[in-house]
């Protein structure tokens, strides 16, 4: 099996290359996801779903230079490499949080992209792999050819699920799953559409057949171990795109998409939105019917999206002819209505710094809420207990129970 050892400490990335040719693709999975996840666009870009070190494999003998074919010549083609990010699948997975973050996994990609001999590459991610690209993309912008990121989401507090009963409910399921049938059930409700899983495929349904398909998968590399998921978890959660770091990706030349599902009920469609409003004018958004694992849901549409991205950047297309955000509804400028553009940017921004507050203080309103349950609960208890008492007629200690006086200060 490929590694490619991307630190001194012996850390460990596995890696699979497909196809061949002289256009290189680095795919970057999400979180709690192996390489496999990347099954739908490795077969649309590559061609093929044979890895190129499979034993046997004419390209397991020799690693060919960029751009080139066997012979040393320039080739045509797409060459595909995908990879589990540390803490999960077979790549190491390192015990302590400080070791995982969206930085040390870019550097991660950046090392693999040395290992291969790839001088510049199209660098797609999904989800957490978003994260890791848009560092990947501010750290080394010179290696990009071009960048798009699959429903993606800034970090932080843009992490958190819209939430409602579905969303507390698979979060309860995701943390008490112990089987890769437990864990496979919630992954498919959070991963796809209900229409889509309920689709008829033959004489049974697509909830079904993916079930069979994920727990196979799941069990072939076990289940992320806690470590693993609580560092990737950390990475998320700590990962944030500097103003400096957006300026740079926006202004290195590459061309950029975003593309997610409108039910993503993951990463929230109004943040991807955002991001490509930040990474204007290069970036073009693309919205699919679809749900967190878009790219599998709507394979065809989401491959054709990347495929068009790649034949952009090959031909030069500037940014200013590649996005599809110079409207007033995006708030940017529009040539000739400096004053509207300017009141619907204003008004833009307010909505903006609003949602932000809003989304910070609910988490805030919820820890809060909680302790005044939880006091409530502690004060009920003390007011409702028993006290012993005398009752010196009969001379009999009887329990009797106080109660709540609405007058008293606590």
Same mark, same amino acid.
């Given at each position: ?7 001194t400490?012996?850390t ?105 001999g ?51 409910s ?26 889509y ?11 079904k057949?993916?079930h ?37 990706i ?9 593309i997610?599902?409108r ?8 943040? #991807?939105?955002?991001?490509?409003? =930040?990474? @204007?004018?290069? $970036? ?6 679809? /749900?967190? +694992? *878009? ?16 034949? #952009?950047?090959?031909?030069?297309? =500037?940014? @200013?002819?590649? $996005? ?6 995006? /708030?940017? +400028? *529009? ?22 507050l809003?989304?910070?203080l ?47 200060n606590?």
């Amino acid at each position: 099996m490929p590694y490619c050892e991307v630190s001194t400490l012996g850390t460990k990335i596995f890696y699979r290359t497909y196809g061949h040719g002289s256009t290189k693709v680095l795919l970057i999975n999400g979180l709690a996801g192996t390489h496999k996840g990347w099954g739908p666009q490795i077969k649309g870009l590559a061609g093929t779903t044979e890895p190129n070190d499979e034993e046997g494999s004419p390209a397991a003998a020799v690693r060919r230079p960029d751009g080139c074919d066997e012979k040393g010549q320039p080739a045509g083609g797409i060459e595909v490499c995908c990879f589990d990010n540390r803490g999960v699948g077979w790549s190491s997975i390192p015990t302590n949080k400080s070791e995982y973050s969206t930085t040390i996994m870019a550097k991660d990609a950046l090392a693999l992209l040395d290992h291969l001999g790839w001088r510049k590459a199209h660098v797609f991610g999904h989800s957490m792999g978003s994260m890791i690209a848009c560092k990947l993309a501010a750290i080394a912008p010179q290696r990009l050819l071009s960048l798009a990121l699959l429903n993606a989401t800034g970090g932080g507090f843009e992490c958190f699920p819209r939430i409602d009963s579905q969303m507390m409910s698979l979060a309860f399921r995701f943390l008490r799953a112990k089987t890769p049938e437990q864990r496979a059930a919630v992954d498919l409700e959070t991963h796809y559409t209900k229409e889509y899983l309920d689709e008829s495929v033959g004489t049974s349904t697509r909830r079904k057949i993916l079930h069979q398909e994920y727990v196979k998968a799941i069990s072939s590399t076990g289940m992320q171990s806690s470590c693993g998921f609580e560092g990737q978890i950390n990475a998320c959660w700590t990962h944030k795109m500097t103003s400096k770091e957006l300026d740079q990706i926006r202004t290195s030349g590459f061309l950029i998409s975003v593309i997610h599902g409108r039910y993503d009920i993951i990463a929230q469609l109004y943040h #991807a939105r955002r991001l490509a409003e =930040k990474l @204007q004018p290069a $970036s073009r958004m693309v919205e699919l019917h679809g /749900g967190h +694992l *878009v790219s599998h849901e709507r394979p065809d549409e989401v491959n054709q999206s990347l495929m068009d991205l790649i034949k #952009a950047s090959n031909a030069g297309i =500037k940014p @200013q002819d590649w $996005s599809n955000l110079n409207d007033a509804t995006s /708030g940017w +400028l *529009v040539p000739g209505k400096p004053r509207t553009i300017s009141r619907v940017y204003s008004r833009t921004n307010y909505l903006v710094t609003v949602y932000n507050l809003l989304s910070k203080l609910q988490l805030s309103f919820l820890y809060l809420v909680g302790i005044f349950v939880m006091f409530f609960e502690y004060v009920r208890n003390i007011i409702r207990k028993p006290a012993r008492v005398t009752d010196w007629n009969n001379e009999v200690n009887q329990p009797i129970y106080t109660s709540y006086n609405s007058n008293c200060n606590f």
